[in-house]
């Protein structure tokens, strides 16, 4: 079975600063994994993925994720928070190579970005 | 959300009535899925389908069924709604494991239900 760990519930950090939102992943074989962002009284939406190749991946809104093999981690990371980062962020993990399989999602993360 | 709706967007039901929730697409995806959000729980999967009229339990289907009868839509029904399926329910689409532009899922919009 598969399954996402996202171990902080709330990460506080103040504009300007960086910030990480940790995830970490169990999978049998190689993982997709996956972030996406909810904001309030949306749906979830796509904000980057791994799959194969570079560690660190680049995506939307000026977030990375750095693939951590050994580690089994896929953190989320951007150099600058800005206020409106504020939102729920969600990890997500598939397996590569078992046919299909279905996303399994972590319990979030809440990012509040103070002014 | 592009290409996907979920109706309704909101609805309050009492308990033992039976709810349908309604998810409809036009990107002509082949598998869509149903998931609930609850806090502390993040998004649980409730059944998903890979084809028309091919569907298949998730994690937290007891009380749920699934009915596909065309691409397009995938319906969800409480047969009997409790006050435990209180929840926001959201729909999502994806074309397979390949050939899709990210791999993973979009989602609609969700539908906020209420069993009182």
């Known amino acids: 079975a598969q399954s996402v760990a996202q171990p902080e519930d709330q990460v506080n950090v103040a504009e300007g600063n960086p910030l990480t939102v940790k995830c970490t992943y169990s999978?049998?074989?190689?993982?997709?994994l996956f972030w996406y962002v909810q904001y309030p009284n949306r749906g979830l939406q796509f904000l980057l993925k791994?799959?194969?190749?570079?560690?660190l991946v680049k995506g939307s809104y000026g977030f990375e994720a750095e693939f951590n093999k050994s580690q089994t981690s896929f953190h989320l990371k951007k150099p600058s928070a800005l206020v409106s980062d504020s939102a729920l962020y969600f990890c997500?993990?598939?397996?590569?190579?078992?046919?299909?399989?279905?996303?399994?999602f972590g319990k979030g993360t809440m990012l509040l970005v103070s002014p | 959300d592009a290409g996907i709706t979920q109706s309704p967007r909101h609805k309050v039901t009492e308990t033992g009535t039976p709810v349908t929730l309604r998810c409809h697409q036009t990107?002509?995806?082949?598998?869509m899925y149903w998931y609930r959000q609850d806090p502390g729980h993040g998004l649980r999967l409730i059944h998903y389908s890979y084809g028309v009229k091919d569907t298949d339990k998730g994690e937290v289907s007891d009380g749920y069924s699934v009915s596909r009868s065309k691409t397009e839509d995938f319906l969800l029904t409480l047969e009997s709604a409790t006050s435990s399926q209180t929840s926001v329910y959201f729909c999502?689409?994806?074309?397979?494991?390949?050939?899709?532009?990210?791999?993973?899922?979009?989602f609609g919009s969700g539908t906020r239900l209420t069993v009182v």
């Open positions: 791994y799959i194969t190749g570079d560690n």
């Open positions: 999978v049998s074989g190689n993982p997709y």
């Open positions: 997500a993990v598939r397996a590569l190579e078992s046919g299909y399989s279905t996303l399994t």
């Open positions: 999502a689409i994806s074309d397979g494991a390949g050939g899709t532009p990210n791999y993973g899922y979009t």
């Open positions: 990107e002509n995806h082949r598998y």
